[in-house]
């Protein structure tokens, strides 16, 4: 059983602080990692991907990967209340994508 | 100009009814899925299509029956539905690495 695990918050930071959501998996063999945003009623949206080891950056988002330790976070500097939605981490096995349950991030204004 | 629609959005239905959901995608992609997320929020891979060929099938009732008329389309009809089947359905498409979503439909029966 492949599986993604992740707190499910809620997370709350203040404005303009670092938020930082977590996941692990289960399968070493995995090579693909995603994380998605979703708004309250909204559809999921792909904010990050990252397939080798290290920090990946783009704007404020940071995703972060180690294989080794099966592990894949995301930063988010600057927080702003916009920022308030569920994050998903998803992990590709083949063509299967595996979501974990999502972490409910809330940035206090 | 929509890449992954859905319809319909909302359904409300009884108990026992039969209901379908179609999607459609103009991304030009050879795989799509159907995703369940239930009032968890909770996101999981109910069946998979490459090029029309069902690809991966978890485990879910055989209520659940996917059509891909074509690799555009991916439809999903439901029989006899149940009080658990209330959800909201998501279909998605993929060309590569990762799936596009469609907007969801929820689904409510009563």
């Known amino acids: 059983q492949k599986e993604v695990e992740q707190n499910s918050g809620p997370l709350s930071v203040p404005e303009g602080a670092i938020a930082s959501l977590n996941c692990t998996y289960s399968?070493?063999?995995?090579?693909?990692f995603f994380w998605y945003r979703q708004y309250s009623g909204k559809s999921p949206e792909l904010i990050m991907s990252?397939?080798?080891?290290g920090d990946k950056e783009d704007g404020r988002f940071t995703a972060q990967l180690n294989k080794a330790s099966q592990y894949v976070s995301l930063l988010i500097r600057d927080s702003q209340p916009s920022d308030s939605a569920t994050y998903l981490c998803?992990?590709?096995?083949?063509?299967?994508?595996?979501f974990g349950p999502g972490t409910r991030l809330s940035v206090l204004p | 100009d929509t890449a992954v629609s859905q319809t319909p959005k909302y359904l409300v239905t009884q108990m026992g009814n039969d209901k379908s959901i179609k999607c459609e995608q103009n991304?030009?992609?050879?795989?799509m899925y159907w995703y369940k997320q239930d009032s968890k929020k909770f996101l999981k891979i109910m069946f998979s299509?490459?090029?029309?060929?069902?690809?991966i099938n978890e485990t879910v009732p055989n209520r659940f029956s996917p059509k891909s008329p074509d690799k555009a389309h991916l439809n999903l009809h439901i029989n006899s539905l149940e009080l658990g089947d209330s959800a909201v359905y998501f279909c998605?498409?993929?060309?590569?690495?990762?799936?596009?979503f469609g907007p969801g439909t929820r689904l409510t029966v009563l």
């Open positions: 990252i397939y080798s080891n």
């Open positions: 299509y490459n090029n029309k060929e069902l690809i």
């Open positions: 399968d070493r063999g995995s090579q693909s």
């Open positions: 998803a992990v590709a096995y083949g063509q299967n994508f595996v």
């Open positions: 991304l030009g992609h050879d795989t």
């Open positions: 998605a498409s993929s060309g590569g690495p990762r799936p596009f």
